[in-house]
């Protein structure tokens, strides 16, 4: 069985971001307005304070970081000056102010 080569990068590759609270840099795709993809690296891990100040949640899952609220609006930030491209572009259906293009 031949292994069939990931190509969803092809057309949108991902950017680097940095944390404007701790200079974390991470790379970043944008599907969709709904959706995010993040890939961390170590020594982004190591710098987001948020992260490093995660406790631990019960279950087999309890180590997962559930996110940076500081990155967040970084990465929001990028997507309204134009450095992460949105993939496709199509107005955020369940947002209210999407006329506004709040949108990230």
């Known amino acids: 069985m031949a292994v069939r080569p990931d190509n969803r990068l092809a057309d949108g ?5 940095e944390c404007d609270a701790c200079g974390a ?22 710098a987001c304070v948020e992260r490093r100040a995660a406790s631990p949640r019960p279950g087999p899952n309890g180590t997962a970081f559930s ?3 500081s990155l967040r609006d ?3 930030a990028a997507v309204h ?3 992460v491209k949105v993939q496709i572009e199509d107005d955020l259906k369940t947002n209210p102010d999407s006329q506004e293009h709040e949108h990230a």
């Open 74 to 76: 970084s990465v929001r």
């Open 81 to 83: 000056r134009g450095d």
């Open 13 to 17: 590759p991902m950017q680097p971001v």
């Open 25 to 46: 840099c991470v790379l970043v795709r944008k599907s969709s307005w709904e959706q995010t993809s993040l890939q961390w690296s170590a020594e982004a891990a190591e």
């Open 67 to 69: 996110g940076c609220g």
